[in-house]
């Protein structure tokens, strides 16, 4: 048994690596392509950068749904948006004031929480996600890719221009020649002077694709074993807070990275659109792979799903503020909610046992 215990955490450090690394490349290739296509970076990172860094939950949601098994699928999906809210905005906002644009605010951030109320009240309807609710999901999905395509092509010529004067800026800072660099900050430089090539863009977005997915399957049957197996926790418990935290390790590097480097545009766009897409593309497509049986919609994933539609609206008050930003004091506020959450978790698993 310890040898098997053993084997299982290997595993699932194993998969968060291949997830975290997976999604990297995706991106990388993904939002290069999109570049080129010359988008700016806040639809890149709504529309591209979220869909890459939102394949773990989509790849556990397949995985779990086609085996047969749905009981991480609602958990995976609520957890990981409260993560991407509490912890991921919460630390990008602390390392650097998060502007939010007013297309943001108008259209993004309110059909953020009004998919998230539908996203509970249909769950709770029933206690279940039926076929066709899954395909209502699919359809809004669709729509609000097609109203980001819609305004891309309405960029304005001069943003696109600064936008890809910034990639090109970066991209000639990264790959300068200098015989006094390190072995490894010489593969980095030849990495991104490939990064320039449209077939090894391809590559490493496939790549990615494919480390993403086979990282999900090893931290859903691992996280699942050490959890159900070993300490007994229940499956609801295990999707908000394992798996739910390794699904969203792409979003936490990717927009902490981004935040660092300045670049809010990707680090609230990627949550944002990370958001939506795990509602509708994740929850559509559940519910489609899982037949006439349907996803079952718990009492953790009710209550879940309202922390979740709070952290959405929070973030949009936050945002009309006098400086139209996420500040540090909303960031260190997001922080709190997130031990408050899952310290009230904890408490009801083990003291209090409401559910």
């Known amino acids: 048994m310890a040898g098997e215990i053993v084997l299982q955490v290997f595993l699932l450090v194993l998969g968060f690596v291949l997830l975290v690394k997976g999604a990297d490349f995706f991106v990388d290739g993904a939002s290069g392509i999109a570049q080129k296509l010359k988008i700016s970076t806040f639809i890149i990172g709504v529309t591209v950068v979220a869909l890459g860094t939102s394949a773990p939950e989509l790849a556990v949601t397949i995985t779990d749904a086609v085996g047969g098994s749905t009981q991480l699928v609602i958990g995976n999906i609520l957890g990981s948006n409260i993560i991407n809210i509490f912890l991921i905005l919460g630390i990008s906002a602390v390392i650097c004031k998060l502007p939010v644009e007013k297309t943001t605010r108008i259209i993004d951030l309110p059909f953020l929480i009004i998919v998230s109320a539908l996203f509970v009240l249909l769950g709770a309807f029933d206690n279940v996600f039926t076929w066709w609710e899954g395909l209502i999901l699919l359809v809004l999905y669709f729509a609000f890719m097609a109203y980001n395509i819609v305004l891309a092509k ?45 077939w090894f863009l391809i590559v490493i977005t496939i790549a990615g694709l494919g480390m993403v997915v086979g990282g999900a399957q090893l931290v859903v049957n691992s996280a699942q074993f050490i959890a159900q197996d070993v300490l007994k926790i229940s499956p609801e418990i295990v999707a908000l807070t394992v798996v739910a935290f390794g699904t969203s390790l792409p979003e936490l590097v990717t927009s902490a990275s981004a935040a660092k480097k300045g670049d809010v545009g990707i680090a609230t766009g990627n949550i ?27 009492m953790e994933g009710i209550i879940s799903g309202a922390v979740a539609l709070f952290a959405a609206i929070l973030i ?40």
């Open 316 to 355: 949009f008050v936050s945002s009309w503020g006098k400086t139209k930003s996420l500040t540090r004091i909303t960031g260190i506020i997001l922080l709190v909610c997130l031990v408050a959450y899952y310290a009230f978790l904890f408490l009801n698993l083990y003291i209090f046992k409401l559910y």
């Open 154 to 198: 309405k960029q304005s010529k001069v943003m696109l221009e600064e936008a890809t004067a910034v990639a090109a800026t970066f991209e000639g800072d990264n790959c300068v020649p200098n015989e006094n660099l390190t072995k490894w900050q010489k593969i980095k430089a030849g990495y991104e002077n490939l990064k320039n090539k449209v």
């Open 272 to 298: 944002i659109g990370s958001n939506i897409a795990n509602i509708l593309l994740i929850g559509g497509v559940g519910a489609l792979c899982t037949g006439s049986a349907g996803l079952s919609f718990s």
